[in-house]
């Protein structure tokens, strides 16, 4: 009997995706979807990569070179590489266990920077309007790639706090799109600033995006559970890290056309999208004691911090069939490429060391949930989750 194995990430793609993908291609103009149902502000502009929305954001303040960026160091490399590229200096800050920043270590380093950069981790929510009125004197931006449609303290969604929100629309986010972001811009005197950079900047071309549709339908075909188990996996555990590539040079471009005509049926359907993915939450976080409510969130991922001995679960979830992940377990790696010290965050190198995350996404189907729950519940974890 072949064996199959639920890959950590939602890389799945329906073939009527693929075909709003293609007819995408030949549109000659792209609206962008109406979002007035999730963020007070209408300034809100689309383009290839949350990275790159980041970077353009972070390039139209007018800061003096080398300014001071404050950042989570437990985080993905690419907003690492988004300060260095807008040619600042991220002061690296600490992590909570609960993922939230540690607003302790914040206030220890506050007087080093002048913009903050908050990452709502795994989709919970960090307390914005707390950090705001904590510090009134800084810009912040919500780096949203994780928590489209979390609520925040107030029940909001979050990305409406700060004076900047930054989203993902790529593989494996929530929606997962494949290619693009967007930036959300609240505080309306940098309207005008931000308009400037986006004037003139690369478009895809009509092979570009054809590449990309033909990548779409690549990377859903290697994460079937059955080719996932039997190449896919066994190629990317054979991959080493190419940390040349972490701190690459980034261009500005806009969001491909099918990617944004993808997004925009996508769009129609994401509160129920949200709601399988409570539900799933719900149901996998019994398995393992933990509080079932999802308070919120968009259940993104489900994290965890395990006792011990990380590396031996997740081969026995590769037995199992069920892939655990390590998600930005680098992230301090990473960070030194840009200037982190160790010791800097010490509750963020443990996470590192520690974090599993397990698959809740919109797109499994009962049979993967009872399949994951079946290992977490097993004998064989018991004792290091």
């Not at 080093?112 to 912040?140: Q, R, S, W, Y």
Request: proline share 4%.
């Amino acid at each position: 009997m072949l064996k199959s194995l639920i890959p950590r990430l939602n890389y799945k793609f329906s073939l009527k995706d693929v075909l709003i993908n293609l007819k995408g291609i030949f549109k000659k103009d792209v609206p962008a979807p109406v979002l007035k149902d999730f963020f007070y502000s209408s300034d809100i502009y689309f383009l290839d990569y949350a990275r790159t929305g980041l970077f353009l954001i972070l390039r139209s303040l007018g800061l003096e070179k080398n300014s001071k960026i404050g950042v989570i160091s437990y985080n993905c490399h690419t907003v690492f590489n988004s300060i260095k590229q807008a040619h600042f200096t991220p002061v690296f800050i600490d992590v909570n266990d609960d993922f939230t920043i540690n607003l302790k270590d914040l206030a220890s380093k506050s007087h080093e920077f002048d913009v903050l950069i908050v990452t709502h981790l795994f989709g919970i929510p960090a307390d914005i309007k707390l950090i705001k009125a904590k510090f009134p004197e800084k810009i912040i931006i919500e780096d949203c790639a994780h928590s489209f449609l979390s609520n925040n303290a107030s029940g909001n969604f979050v990305g409406n706090d700060g004076d900047f929100s930054v989203f993902s629309l790529g593989f494996s986010k929530f929606p997962a799109v494949g290619r693009g972001g967007f930036i959300v811009i609240n505080n309306s005197k940098f309207k005008s600033s931000i308009e400037k950079e986006l004037i003139n900047i690369a478009k895809y071309s009509y092979l570009e995006e054809a590449y990309l549709v033909f990548y779409k339908i690549l990377m859903n075909f290697i994460h079937k559970p059955i080719i996932y188990n039997y190449l896919t996996y066994k190629i990317k555990k054979n991959k080493s890290i190419d940390y040349s590539e972490i701190d690459k040079k980034l261009i500005v471009k806009q969001i491909p056309k099918p990617e944004l005509y993808l997004y925009s049926s996508k769009i129609k359907n994401v509160l129920k999208l949200k709601e399988i993915q409570n539900k799933n939450s719900i149901l996998i976080k019994k398995s393992i004691s933990l509080p079932e409510t999802s308070n919120g969130k968009n259940d993104f991922m489900i994290p965890v911090l395990i006792k011990k001995e990380r590396d031996k679960i997740i081969s026995l979830g590769i037995e199992q069939g069920v892939e655990l992940g390590k998600h930005f377990s680098n992230s301090i790696e990473w960070a030194k490429i840009f200037g982190y010290q160790t010791g800097d965050c010490p509750n963020a190198e443990k996470i590192s060391q520690n974090i599993i995350t397990i698959p809740c996404h919109y797109n499994l189907n009962m049979k993967q949930i009872v399949k994951i729950n079946n290992f977490l519940k097993s004998p064989l974890i018991k004792n290091y989750i």
